[in-house]
């Protein structure tokens, strides 16, 4: 690998406690990571939200939402309970956080109700949003109950009754993933972080490009910095996230020019000199 993995705690594995509420059915016993990122005076700070969803989760982010104005929630899991993730979204549209799943990462059942709070919200084109209906945790069966509550929250937050249908029509087992055309279709803004690299690299990643308004004041730069060459490594890998898990976009030579626009632990969201966006480990990087 040509870069190094940073601490950034993506899908921290706890046991789930076995509890009586309604929830999305769970395939691995994963609990959420949350964690708030300060970007500096210039920025909105950065909510991370990973893993399965747990209602103890609903405290947990209060907690790291307060005192928080302005945020871009980051989210990615497969589900959980679906009490937190509409409670978790409730607060994100409360406060006018943005949400955004970037590319390759998946956000499903309670994760995708979540995301439905922001406002705006993103998704890149690899991303996969999947919505089912609300299932009965000790049956498995599909809860009236639940699904009321699902319907009630997608009311408030000013979803038309077609989307609603459209979102829980699915079974507990299947999942309705949803595409920028379909989101259109029903009525659900959302907003596109398009391709900016029209050739393909080798492991068929695509470069993606962050669209107005992602950060604050139309804009989002940081600060310019270049890619300083590792004593051991002949160039600095572009990924789709903040990991060596994830896909590479591109190559950056020493001397590669990039503008930082979020910061993740040692790792960092930037827009490449020809106009992709991707992750790179920040070490590996000095400002020009």
């Not at 210039?42 to 991370?48: C, G, K, N, T």
């Not at 270049?226 to 190559?251: A, E, H, M, Q, Y």
């Amino acid at each position: 690998m040509r870069d190094r993995l940073g601490h950034i705690g993506l899908w921290v594995l706890r046991a789930v406690l076995a509890a009586i509420f309604i929830s999305a059915p769970v395939h691995v016993a994963q609990a959420a990571f949350i964690e708030k990122k300060p970007l500096g005076p210039e920025s909105p700070d950065l909510i991370m939200v990973f893993g399965e969803l747990e209602t103890r989760d609903i405290e947990r982010f209060r907690d790291v939402a307060s005192n928080t104005p302005e945020a871009i929630v980051a989210l990615a899991g497969p589900g959980g309970s679906v009490a937190a993730g509409i409670e978790i979204g409730h607060m994100i549209r409360l406060r006018n956080y943005k949400t955004v799943v970037f590319g390759d990462q998946q956000c499903a059942s309670s994760c995708a109700l979540a995301w439905l709070g922001g406002a705006p919200r993103f998704m890149a084109e690899s991303a996969r949003i999947g919505f089912h209906a609300a299932s009965d945790g000790r049956s498995g069966q599909v809860s009236g109950a639940g699904n009321a509550l699902v319907g009630a929250y997608l009311n408030r937050i000013g979803l038309q009754a077609s989307a609603i249908v459209y979102i829980t029509q699915a079974g507990p087992d299947g999942m309705i993933w949803l595409s920028p055309a379909e989101a259109k279709r029903y009525g659900i803004e959302v907003q596109t972080l398009e391709s900016q690299e029209r050739t393909r690299s080798d492991n068929g990643a695509f470069g993606l490009s962050a669209p107005a308004g992602f950060g604050r004041g139309g804009s989002q730069f940081v600060t310019d910095y270049r890619v300083v060459r590792d004593p051991k490594d002949g160039w600095l890998n572009l990924r789709t996230g903040p990991s060596t898990d994830f896909n590479i976009i591109r190559r950056m030579d020493n001397g590669t020019r990039v503008r930082i626009l979020e910061l993740y632990g040692e790792w960092a969201l930037v827009r490449h000199e020809s106009g992709s966006v991707g992750w790179a480990y920040l070490p590996y990087m000095a400002k020009r």
